[in-house]
């Protein structure tokens, strides 16, 4: 047997407050990969609630690597919540109309980019990650953290903003991992190193 069904909503049995992420997302502008997951208190189909100002004509994305764990109330705010940050005002006049409608002629809103999740990333709980950034893989975001820049792979940020409390490994070890990249192995070469997986000598692997 090589590890549970990445294609299956809920992995674990008779409990329906984890899932694998990428089987229960709708949001064609969301991207999960295998075997993600996200654990909530209520309800799973809190995530995609918990992705803000999100909106089609925007057009951003969210992207989560494989093999994250993301934990209850983790709140993504995406592009659309963006407003003018360097006119004299932020205020969104043209949404409002009735005069106002040409306010922005000329002009546009910041767009950050797309939110890009790597692989192996845990999330902790009620963190939120702002529109535009970047973490990379192995990288671990203590709960309640307000992420507002990239975060570096393998390294561990916490706070508001949050900021670099230390690296997982050395650089020489993060360069190896990087090069690695354990996630993208066929499941059956993972199921036969997990153990190591869960270990910390890298040259085991």
């Not at 949001?27 to 995530?47: H, Q």
């Not at 089609?56 to 919540?81: H, P, Q, R």
Request: with cysteine.
């Amino acid at each position: 047997m090589y590890g549970p069904d990445k294609d299956t909503k809920f992995p674990l049995a008779h409990y329906d407050r984890l899932c694998f992420l990428k089987n229960v997302v709708k949001n064609p502008n969301i991207i999960v990969g295998d075997y993600t997951y996200y654990d909530d208190f209520e309800d799973v189909a809190n995530f995609e609630k918990n992705v803000k100002y999100h909106f089609d004509f925007v057009g951003d994305k969210l992207i989560i690597g494989k093999f994250c764990m993301i934990a209850s109330d983790v709140t993504f705010i995406m592009n659309g919540a963006n407003h003018l940050s360097k006119s004299i005002t932020s205020y969104p006049f043209a949404i409002f109309g009735n005069g106002w409608e040409h306010a922005m002629e000329g002009k546009s809103y910041p767009h950050k980019g797309d939110t890009i999740i790597g692989n192996d990333v845990w999330i902790g709980y009620k963190s939120t990650i702002m529109p535009g950034v970047t973490v990379g893989d192995g990288a671990i975001i203590a709960t309640q953290s307000v992420v507002v820049k990239d975060v570096a792979p393998y390294s561990i940020v916490g706070g508001n903003p949050a900021k670099e409390i230390g690296k997982r490994f050395s650089e020489k070890e993060i360069e190896k991992l990087l090069a690695l990249k354990w996630w993208d192995w066929p499941i059956e070469k993972i199921t036969a190193n997990v153990d190591k997986l869960t270990g910390n000598q890298i040259e085991l692997l």
